[in-house]
């Protein structure tokens, strides 16, 4: 019902930078909270950063001063801007979404594909 399209992960040096992208389309009536997770090898997935519909943020400490999250709400687009790259960043990054599909329904989660983010020291 509803698809969560990710992309700009790559392979970058530490201390580049990167900009992650995801778009949502579908059965939409209002996004409530967009966010950003990752999952390295042999861990589990953890919260990077998220923005409510209003534009409040939250970061994960490690990432706090590095990466900066936005939103479009006429485009369903948040973005992640990742800056001053760690290998410890390296990480599947994975696009999370709470969806209202129509007036009156409760919030779903939906959550993307995945996009890996690479981090060559």
């Known amino acids: 019902q509803v698809q969560l399209v990710e992309s700009g992960g790559g392979l970058v040096q530490a201390g580049g930078s990167l900009r992650l992208s995801c778009v949502a389309s579908g059965r939409i009536f209002k996004i409530n909270r967009m966010g950003w997770y990752r999952q390295a090898p042999g861990k589990q997935r953890d919260l990077v950063a998220s923005?409510?519909?209003?534009?409040?943020?939250n970061y994960a400490e490690s990432v706090k001063g590095r990466f900066i999250i936005s939103r479009d709400n006429a485009k369903n687009t948040v973005y992640l801007q990742m800056n001053s790259l760690k290998p410890e960043d390296t990480a599947v990054y994975y696009c999370n979404a709470l969806v209202v599909w129509s007036w009156g329904l409760n919030e779903r989660d939906h959550w993307g594909q995945g996009t890996q983010v690479t981090v060559s020291s």
């Open positions: 923005i409510t519909s209003g534009g409040t943020t």
